[in-house]
């Protein structure tokens, strides 16, 4: 006994360690309670969960500290006092702990008596915040997910893996009627057992299509007709899904089905109104096919026959002339018996149709005594059904389409509409097709009379260009030479300047002529606008000092250096408008101001003139209209400003004008030019020069050899009479045999070559030329001067073209450029880098008193007044004097007026 009870002794506190050892290791919480409620005991769980340290537990009332709301005096007491096997009551507990988190605990009670017999109320503790957190979440989630399939308006199913219904929305249990039936569990099978014979083949039909979505592994899509007990039928678009679990098993099938027979019926009448009009539409690109009136009604009759499928059909034209109508096409067994038949308006089915501008529809002519029987004898086919439609556009009678068929009842309130719809189209057809008849035929006319036109301006052109050639050629030649006396210059220059002025209004009727026609052509290229502006400028101070006005000239240093442009065209519109200007301005002055932004050239020219009263601005661009006084009305054509107009737009501009009367005027425009590059170098215009020969450029010695090819004696003379005193050699021929005889006795350098001559005209002799000497270089001169008589010289291999009358400048440029040649000057061997802008007049000698009589002079212009001044300024000033008749002789008038300016 003794060793025994060693024994126990010295393993009952092995156990409690071990005991203690476990309850400290378990995750689980363990606290024991005596019966105040103190605790006893606690393991290191219980510790960690509360966040107190078992000495400040041990002996301190539990539930107060960690659960104050909770009312613990009942289930303690039961359970501290229900006997030796008590029965335990789980219940839970929200544990408020130390660092202030609220911890939800599941409480297992088992009272016992410990060593000393007292009794004590063991807890066991398990943690469940988490679980019911996630508990309350799902019974959130599963609120929510009800609400949703409540609300939804869709069909939505979700099936577990075997086919059975877990849940639905409500419209889904509305739909089969199954309000307040337990479906969950059941299979479609089950349902269509128990549902009304209604949907029995439905159910049975979706657990067909469950099957095959199954089957299918992925979302299925397919469209399923529902009937309803009204006897209607409902369409719905029907999604289904399969879901399985990681071993690849049926888990979940989700059903979506959504309502779409609205949608379904709206797609249908949009395929019928989609259909009808590709129809409409086919039919427009049908007539837009051909403007041909033949095969815009014969599209009319094979659409109408094709739409209904009738026996025959016919179009009928109205002719307003004769207030009739006249069969112009037809298709079907009557078309050769009805085409040119003529009908009355009133007469006949088709003819009251006409005249009542309204659809007649006859479902049997048998009942109607309208219909003309006789045309049914002569096809021996009777016609039963008849609908008549007219032609109308824009309230207007164009016709009246026909459609015929031989049986009764053929046509209805359908294709009554459709007929409608084709007619309407019809008509714009035939109304365009007739218009563009007419305006072919009017257009053809217009060709004749512009063929015409052009024809007779064209001789007229050539006969006014043949004798001014003599006039200004002989007159350029005469200025040139040096025995000519200076009041012979004079005369000489005032020859030379009427027939310019002819000549510009020559070509001013001729630019017209090819405005109007269609026919005009610009020549864009790099040019300098400072220097053309420059150059207008001062072609225009002579003018404007005769009358005394100033003109400006504003904003040449915004310009660039080049830009690409049409320069004749552009120095033709300035000069007009400038013309104008100083034509109709008195007194005061002119402003031209230019500008450039955004690869534009901005023009204006402004004056200070009698302005133009507004109601004659509407005609002021009109060709030959001139406005002002009568005074004014004698200077000119009236031609420059509608030609500027026309260049402008053109060139991509539009040409404005603002006036008042009495006020001045503001003529202004806009022109597209690129800038091409080019520094931003004062720009300046070298002063002429006489021009006494040539030297070659090549290396040769001898003098360069030139042909002259013309049938007219006077054009011969003239241009050698240009040529000859610049030291070249000059031959003449008066055919093309004649210029191929001379070319093969010896090759010239150059051919100026006529195109208008007897028997072989330039163009044949230039081609024949060519073919025996491929590098020989010939220049067409030529009175005809429009654009298709150039592209004619170009092609038969001219080099250049020279117009006729003759222009000294422009001789010299294509000599310049087709030869090897530079110029000997007057003035010295080569031109001065910086020409002295008084041209080396120097007359500080003279007295203030002396210039400004000298400047009045020469600002009036009067030459024989200013030779006379000069004269009495020989004896005091020789050389002054000599040099001075010198400048009035070559009308060098700016170079005086700067003199001038210099010597004050």
């Known amino acids: 006994m003794h060793n025994h009870d060693t024994q126990r002794s010295t393993a009952q506190p092995l156990d409690r360690a071990f005991a203690q050892s476990l309850l400290d290791t378990t995750p689980t919480l363990v606290i024991s309670l005596d019966l105040r409620g103190c605790v006893r005991r606690c393991n290191r769980a219980a510790q960690t969960l509360t966040g107190v340290a078992a000495s400040s537990l041990l002996g301190q009332p539990f539930w107060p500290r960690f659960a104050p709301d909770l009312d613990v005096a009942t289930p303690q007491d039961t359970l501290l006092h229900a006997g030796a096997a008590p029965e335990r009551h789980p219940f839970s507990t929200a544990l408020q702990c130390a660092d202030g988190?609220?911890?939800?605990?599941?409480?297992?009670?088992?009272?016992?008596?410990?060593?000393?017999?007292?009794?004590?109320?063991?807890?066991?503790?398990?943690e469940i915040t988490a679980q019911e957190t996630l508990r309350q979440r799902l019974a959130t989630r599963e609120v929510q997910l009800r609400s949703l399939l409540d609300a939804t308006p869709d069909i939505i199913w979700l099936k577990d893996g075997a086919g059975r219904w877990l849940e639905t929305s409500r419209s889904g249990l509305a739909l089969f009627q199954l309000e307040g039936t337990d479906y969950r569990g059941r299979s479609d099978r089950d349902l269509a057992d128990s549902a009304i014979p209604l949907y029995r083949d439905a159910f049975l039909a979706c657990e067909e299509s469950d099957e095959e979505a199954w089957r299918a592994g992925g979302?299925?899509?397919?469209?399923?007709?529902?009937?309803?007990?009204?006897?209607?039928?409902?369409?719905?678009?029907?999604?289904?899904?399969?879901?399985?679990?990681?071993?690849?098993?049926?888990?979940?099938?989700?059903?979506?089905?959504?309502?779409?027979?609205?949608?379904?019926?709206?797609?249908?009448?949009?395929?019928?109104?989609?259909?009808?009009?590709?129809?409409?539409?086919?039919?427009?690109?049908?007539?837009?096919?051909?403007?041909?009136?033949?095969?815009?009604?014969?599209?009319?009759?094979?659409?109408?026959?094709?739409?209904?499928?009738?026996?025959?059909?016919?179009?009928?034209?109205?002719?307003?002339?004769?207030?009739?109508?006249?069969?112009?096409?037809?298709?079907?067994?009557?078309?050769?018996?009805l085409r040119g038949q003529r009908l009355k308006l009133g007469v006949g089915i088709t003819g009251v149709a006409a005249a009542r501008r309204e659809v007649i529809l006859v479902q049997d002519t048998r009942d109607d005594q309208r219909h003309f029987k006789r045309i049914d004898a002569e096809t021996g086919v009777e016609v039963r059904s008849l609908i008549a439609l007219p032609l109308l556009y824009q309230e207007t009678l164009q016709g009246v389409l026909v459609c015929v068929d031989d049986k009764p009842n053929s046509f209805d309130a359908h294709d009554q509409q459709l007929l409608e719809a084709l007619a309407g189209t019809a008509a714009m057809a035939v109304y365009n097709a007739r218009q563009f008849s007419e305006m072919v035929s009017l257009r053809d006319q217009a060709d004749a009379a512009n063929r015409a036109k052009s024809t007779f301006l064209a001789n007229m052109s050539h006969e006014l260009r043949t004798p001014l050639n003599a006039v200004l050629g002989y007159s350029q030649i005469l200025i040139q030479e040096a025995a000519t006396s200076a009041e012979q210059r004079s005369a000489l220059r005032s020859i030379h300047n009427a027939g310019n002025y002819l000549l510009t209004l020559i070509n001013d009727i001729l630019d017209l002529a090819k405005i109007e026609a269609g026919r005009f052509?610009?020549?864009?290229?790099?040019?300098?606008?400072?220097?053309?502006?420059?150059?207008?400028?001062?072609?225009?101070?002579?003018?404007?000092?005769?009358?005394?006005?100033?003109?400006?000239?504003?904003?040449?240093?915004?310009?660039?250096?080049?830009?690409?442009?049409?320069?004749?065209?552009?120095?033709?519109?300035?000069?007009?408008?400038?013309?104008?200007?100083?034509?109709?301005?008195?007194?005061?002055?002119?402003?031209?101001?230019?500008?450039?932004?955004?690869?534009?050239?901005?023009?204006?020219?402004?004056?200070?003139?009698?302005?133009?009263?507004?109601?004659?601005?509407?005609?002021?661009?009109?060709?030959?209209?001139?406005?002002?006084?009568?005074?004014?009305?004698?200077?000119?054509?009236?031609?420059?400003?509608?030609?500027?107009?026309?260049?402008?737009?053109?060139?991509?501009?539009?040409?404005?004008?603002?006036?008042?009367?009495?006020?001045?005027?503001?003529?202004?425009?806009?022109?597209?030019?690129?800038?091409?590059g080019g520094g931003d170098a004062p720009c300046h215009t070298p002063a002429p020069r006489r021009i006494t020969g040539y030297r070659r450029s090549d290396g040769q010695s001898r003098p360069l050899y030139l042909l002259v090819v013309d049938d007219n004696e006077a054009n011969r003379e003239v241009l050698c009479g240009l040529l000859k005193p610049l030291g070249l050699r000059v031959a003449t021929a008066t055919t093309g045999a004649e210029a191929l005889a001379q070319v093969d006795q010896c090759i010239p350098d150059l051919v100026f070559m006529d195109m208008v001559m007897p028997d072989m005209d330039g163009i044949d002799a230039t081609r024949q030329l060519?073919?025996?000497?491929?590098?020989?270089?010939?220049?067409?001169?030529?009175?005809?001067?429009?654009?298709?008589d150039r592209h004619r010289a170009q092609e038969a291999g001219c080099v250049d073209f020279l117009p006729k009358p003759v222009q000294w400048e422009a001789l010299i440029q294509i000599l310049s450029q087709q030869l090897p040649m530079t110029w000997r000057y007057a003035e010295a061997e080569a031109p001065p880098l910086a020409p002295s802008a008084t041209g080396g007049l120097d007359l500080r000698a003279l007295d203030s008193a002396t210039l400004e009589e000298l400047k009045a002079r020469v600002v009036r212009g009067n030459g024989r007044a200013l030779k006379e001044f000069a004269t009495h300024l020989m004896p005091d000033h020789p050389a002054l004097a000599q040099a001075l008749l010198s400048r009035i002789d070559e009308y060098e008038f700016e170079q005086i007026l700067r003199a001038i300016d210099a010597a004050r």
């Open 101 to 126: 988190r609220v911890r939800l605990i599941d409480w297992t009670p088992a009272p016992f008596n410990n060593d000393a017999g007292e009794p004590e109320l063991l807890l066991i503790g398990q």
């Open 219 to 337: 979302s299925t899509r397919i469209e399923e007709n529902i009937p309803l007990p009204d006897g209607t039928r409902r369409i719905f678009d029907i999604i289904k899904s399969p879901v399985f679990d990681e071993q690849g098993e049926r888990r979940f099938l989700v059903v979506f089905g959504r309502d779409i027979t609205r949608i379904k019926q709206v797609e249908e009448d949009l395929i019928r109104r989609t259909q009808s009009l590709d129809f409409l539409a086919k039919i427009g690109r049908s007539f837009a096919a051909s403007l041909e009136l033949e095969s815009v009604l014969g599209r009319v009759l094979r659409e109408a026959l094709t739409l209904l499928d009738a026996t025959s059909n016919s179009s009928w034209i109205y002719e307003p002339e004769h207030d009739e109508l006249v069969c112009r096409n037809a298709i079907g067994p009557s078309s050769e018996v």
């Open 521 to 676: 052509e610009l020549f864009p290229s790099a040019i300098d606008p400072r220097t053309l502006f420059q150059q207008v400028h001062e072609q225009f101070q002579f003018r404007t000092q005769q009358k005394g006005l100033s003109i400006t000239l504003e904003g040449l240093e915004r310009l660039p250096r080049q830009v690409e442009l049409d320069e004749k065209r552009l120095r033709q519109i300035v000069m007009n408008l400038l013309g104008n200007a100083v034509k109709f301005t008195e007194e005061g002055g002119i402003t031209v101001s230019v500008d450039y932004q955004g690869e534009r050239l901005q023009v204006a020219v402004s004056d200070t003139g009698i302005g133009i009263a507004q109601n004659a601005l509407p005609l002021l661009f009109s060709p030959y209209s001139q406005s002002g006084e009568a005074k004014y009305r004698r200077q000119g054509t009236g031609l420059g400003l509608a030609i500027s107009k026309s260049l402008v737009e053109r060139m991509g501009g539009r040409i404005e004008v603002s006036s008042r009367l009495g006020q001045g005027s503001r003529f202004s425009f806009a022109l597209h030019a690129p800038s091409v």
């Open 770 to 788: 060519l073919a025996s000497y491929p590098g020989l270089r010939i220049v067409a001169a030529s009175a005809m001067v429009f654009a298709e």
